[in-house]
């Protein structure tokens, strides 16, 4: 089965500095990678997400994610982070284990960012 | 644009008391739906999937049944709720793509 792992519980970082948010994968085959965005009490949000092509993958609210194949890792960042950014992040993957295909979360990062 | 609605927002329900959540897809047809439930404010356990009317795929047996009784609708339902039934629920669709677009949620207090 395909999974994913983010490595941190929590991120601090203050407003205005770059944020980074980790993600590792394990798949076979050609990974399908996602980013969402959770604020309290609310839906998951999509932000992007890596199906092929560039490594680079911009999304919504300036986030990107640089899918990296040799070190199997799908990092979130964003290069001046808003207090506003503030919420709890996830990584997921394509996954298919009944011959249907949905994702497999991590079990999330929660970003704080200070005045 | 595509809508997913859900309700109630919030519920409070003694132990042993039956459930009902509603789902609903707008301005997209046949989708796949999904319900969720996500315990502590953080990960996500998927409970059901469907890929059509009356097409139920269960991820995890327990007490909790699902059912769609029309194209853009998803229910999720119980005979009689646990302690354990508490938490965020959360329901999905996604189209012709992988990318999951989640509703509201609704938050279950089983008491």
């Known amino acids: 089965a395909q999974s994913v792992a983010q490595p941190e519980d929590q991120v601090n970082v203050a407003e205005g500095n770059p944020l980074t948010v980790k993600c590792t994968y394990s798949v076979s085959g050609n990974p399908y990678l996602f980013w969402y965005v959770q604020y309290p009490n609310r839906g998951l949000q999509f932000l992007l997400k890596?199906?092929?092509?560039?490594?680079l993958v911009k999304g919504s609210y300036g986030f990107e994610a640089e899918f990296n194949k040799s070190q199997t890792s799908f990092h979130l960042k964003k290069p001046s982070a808003l207090v506003s950014d503030s919420a709890l992040y996830f990584c997921a993957v394509r996954d298919i284990p009944l011959g249907y295909s949905t994702l497999t979360f991590g079990k999330g990062t929660m970003l704080l960012v200070s005045p | 644009s595509q809508t997913i609605h859900q309700w109630p927002a919030t519920l409070v329900q003694p132990v042993g008391s039956p459930l009902s959540l509603e789902c609903t897809v707008e301005?997209?047809?046949?989708?796949?739906l999904y319900w969720y439930r996500q315990a502590a404010g953080r990960g996500l356990q998927l409970l059901f999937y469907?890929?059509?009317?009356?097409?139920i795929s269960s991820e995890v047996p327990q007490n909790l049944s699902a059912s769609r009784p029309q194209d853009r609708q998803f229910i999720l339902s119980s005979k009689k709720l646990l302690l354990s039934d508490s938490g965020f629920y959360l329901c999905a669709w996604t189209g012709s793509t992988d990318t999951q677009y989640f509703g509201p949620g609704t938050r279950l207090t089983v008491l």
């Open positions: 469907s890929v059509g009317i009356g097409q």
């Open positions: 301005g997209t047809s046949n989708p796949n």
């Open positions: 890596y199906i092929t092509g560039d490594n």
